[in-house]
């Protein structure tokens, strides 16, 4: 009878709630998951990815109005995809906002205490970065499912496992 139950069990999916329930719902094709619980996850991970996009453009040494810009562009689009609540984009759109109405300020500081020449460099800096990290994302991922080839293997380096 318990062989039985566990075979049961292996077709459940494998969600296991706060209180230490499991799921009782059939797992979806090619997956631990139920239908409703893998939705749920791919859009935890789709969030995640959300905010880690949004964080890089505001993440340099000096935040410009295109990275501003760019950063609000990106939370629109994960709220209007659910990838975002929208309270948390509320709340990340007014923080925003505060950002907007200092950068008048940050460049009038700047300006005094380096020159317009350095506030120049800093901005292209900022936009070079920007659109190096735009590159590189717009690379297709390989295939997770396949196996790496040899030279993959041998080519790895320690900097790019740690990433």
């Given at each position: ?26 797992r979806a094709a090619h997956t631990y998951l139920c239908a409703f619980h893998a ?15 949004i964080a890089y453009h505001l993440s340099g040494e000096y935040v410009s109005a ?98």
């Open positions: 009878m318990s062989t039985n139950r566990s075979n049961v069990r292996a077709s459940l999916c494998s969600f296991t709630f706060a209180d230490g329930r499991h799921c009782r719902t059939p939705r749920k996850d791919a859009q935890a991970l789709a969030g995640e990815k959300a905010g880690k996009d295109c990275d501003l810009s760019s950063a609000l562009g990106r939370l629109f689009s994960a709220v209007a995809q659910g990838q975002l609540k929208p309270k948390t984009a509320s709340t990340l759109a007014y923080l925003g906002q505060t950002l907007v109405q200092t950068l008048p300020l940050a460049q009038n500081e700047y300006i005094n205490a380096f020159g317009t020449d350095s506030w120049r460099e800093t901005i292209r800096d900022s936009h070079e970065q920007t659109a190096d990290h735009f590159a590189d994302h717009t690379q297709p991922d390989p295939d997770s499912t396949q196996a790496p080839t040899p030279e993959e293997t041998s080519d790895a380096s320690p900097a790019s496992e740690q990433n």
